[in-house]
């Protein structure tokens, strides 16, 4: 790459994301918000996303939801990413992830039904 990437000067940008020990699956946001038990198959230990200049989709950010699973299986999360490349040629790149994480090696995220009866 040569040269400042930012939407003043447009470059080809690309992001790789990688799960530790496991994979991703892309989620449209909507659905990953009422998707309370993830899948057991189907990750892909990473994902690619190239903005490329000679295409009509090139964009400055990037905004991917992903349901995760890492640590060999241990961990399962829904993830939200984004990367927005410097508005200018000095400015900075913004990176953000969230999400939430099921740490007890179970694909389950409802809320169990004991315990919210008992609060």
């Known amino acids: 790459m040569r040269g400042h990437i930012s939407e003043r000067t447009l470059q080809d940008w690309g992001v790789q994301i990688e799960a530790v020990e496991g994979g991703l ?19 892909q230990p990473s994902y690619n996303s190239i903005m490329s200049t000679n295409t009509h989709s090139w964009q400055g950010a990037l905004e991917q939801m992903f349901f995760m699973q890492s ?14 490349i410097n508005q200018q ?31």
């Open 71 to 84: 640590r060999n299986g241990q961990v399962f999360s829904k993830v939200a990413v984004s990367v927005a």
């Open 89 to 119: 040629p000095d400015s900075y790149v913004w990176v953000e992830f969230h999400g939430e994480a099921n740490p007890n090696s179970s694909r389950n995220f409802e809320a169990d039904a004991v315990a919210m009866k008992s609060r």
């Open 25 to 43: 699956i892309e989620a449209p946001a909507m659905e990953s918000r009422v998707t309370y038990e993830l899948p057991s198959s189907g990750y």
